[in-house]
């Protein structure tokens, strides 16, 4: 029978932090569906969906799927907001089950569990701004990018979670080794960016009638995008290799295995997107593969790690 360990986290506490790193990719997919179909601004008005209602009324005729597409991705706004407060009280709830047992409280767990929260929060009145600003394409841009940091603040809460002490930490490969995971980390950031100014620039811009984007030319930047990601995979390849050739866990082995896959077949569905003249359906599930290009390359930097304490 396996002894689980006192100071890690028990499992239904992980369960509700993975659930949160789900919701948040999630809602990054149907946030996209909006923009893709048009919907961006099928609720016209924030916080209310049309002029003195909070749901979609019959009088958004000329709107008829556009608001019930934008109004359901409101609606997972407060999804969000339970399963994050789920997360606060569940990191409390964890925090005095260590002071109980005489362990350490480990505050880290609590500051983590609590960003979703606050960044469930700072999304909606951003959203809010988006919608006021007729999809004005720096907020929708930054829409994304919170999400981008909420998922990975989300990671650090699961990886953390399973974490029996917060420090001391032993590195697991060479310093060089962990450099080039940092800088596939780093890569894979730009890459994203890059990607949302694509997106701002190109014919998805969030709305059927009213067209918001970059003024950058969407050819250049779409090459940009794609350069950065053949630096991102010859990085990527680079760090799998010297894994291998140095003593490392096979768990990040596993991991990098997983990013390559994901990354390549990311590139596939970008270049295929591309040159098929950005379908919708192709466009969803490239914006699905940039939520599991992050989230998995960041699940390779606890795995080069491990943190086990007295």
Same mark, same amino acid.
């Given at each position: 029978?396996?002894?689980?360990?006192?100071?890690?986290?028990?499992?239904?506490?992980?369960?509700?932090?993975?659930?949160?790193?789900?919701?948040?990719?999630?809602?990054?997919?149907?946030?996209?569906?909006?923009r893709i179909t048009g919907s961006g601004l099928g609720c016209p008005t924030w916080p209310q969906c049309a002029e003195g209602s909070y749901v979609p009324t019959s009088r958004q005729v000329e709107s008829e799927l556009?608001?019930?597409?934008?109004?359901?991705?409101?609606?997972?706004?407060?999804?969000?907001?339970?399963?994050?407060?789920a997360a606060v009280v569940a990191a409390i709830i964890d925090a005095r089950r260590r002071s109980r047992n005489g362990l350490p409280?480990?505050?880290?767990?609590?500051?983590?569990?609590?960003?979703?929260?606050?960044?469930?929060?700072i999304q909606a009145v951003l959203g809010g701004i988006t919608v006021l600003t007729q999809l004005n394409p720096v907020t929708v841009s930054a829409h994304f990018l919170v999400s981008m940091v909420l998922i990975a603040s989300c990671v650090f809460l699961v990886a953390r979670s399973g974490d029996p002490v917060d420090s001391p930490t032993t590195w697991l490969v060479p310093p060089p080794v962990r450099l080039l995971g940092w800088l596939?980390?780093?890569?894979?950031?730009?890459?994203?960016?890059?990607?949302?100014?694509?997106?701002?620039?190109?014919?998805?811009?969030?709305?059927?009638?009213?067209?918001?984007r970059f003024s950058f030319d969407p050819r250049t930047v779409a090459w940009l995008h794609a350069d950065s990601v053949l630096l991102m995979l010859g990085l990527l390849i680079g760090f799998a290799i010297a894994v291998r050739?140095?003593?490392?866990?096979?768990?990040?082995?596993?991991?990098?295995?997983? +990013? %390559? =896959?994901?990354?390549?077949?990311? @590139?596939? #569905?970008?270049?295929?997107?591309?040159?098929?003249?950005?379908?919708? +359906? %192709? =466009?969803?599930i490239?914006?699905? @593969?940039? #939520?599991?290009?992050w989230t998995t390359a960041l699940f390779v930097l606890p795995a080069m790690r491990e943190k086990v304490g007295n």
């Open positions: 029978m396996t002894t689980i360990d006192p100071r890690i986290s028990p499992p239904l506490i992980r369960r509700i932090y993975k659930a949160n790193l789900v919701a948040q990719a999630a809602i990054v997919v149907t946030g996209a569906v909006v556009h608001k019930y597409i934008e109004f359901g991705n409101r609606l997972l706004t407060f999804v969000l907001a339970a399963l994050a407060i409280r480990r505050r880290s767990l609590t500051v983590l569990a609590t960003i979703p929260l606050v960044g469930t929060i596939v980390i780093a890569v894979t950031s730009v890459v994203v960016v890059l990607g949302v100014i694509v997106t701002g620039s190109g014919p998805h811009s969030g709305d059927a009638e009213v067209e918001a050739v140095t003593t490392s866990p096979k768990k990040l082995n596993r991991r990098i295995n997983i +990013l %390559l =896959v994901v990354v390549l077949i990311q @590139g596939f #569905v970008g270049y295929l997107q591309y040159f098929t003249g950005l379908p919708e +359906l %192709l =466009v969803s490239h914006v699905l @593969g940039a #939520v599991l290009v």
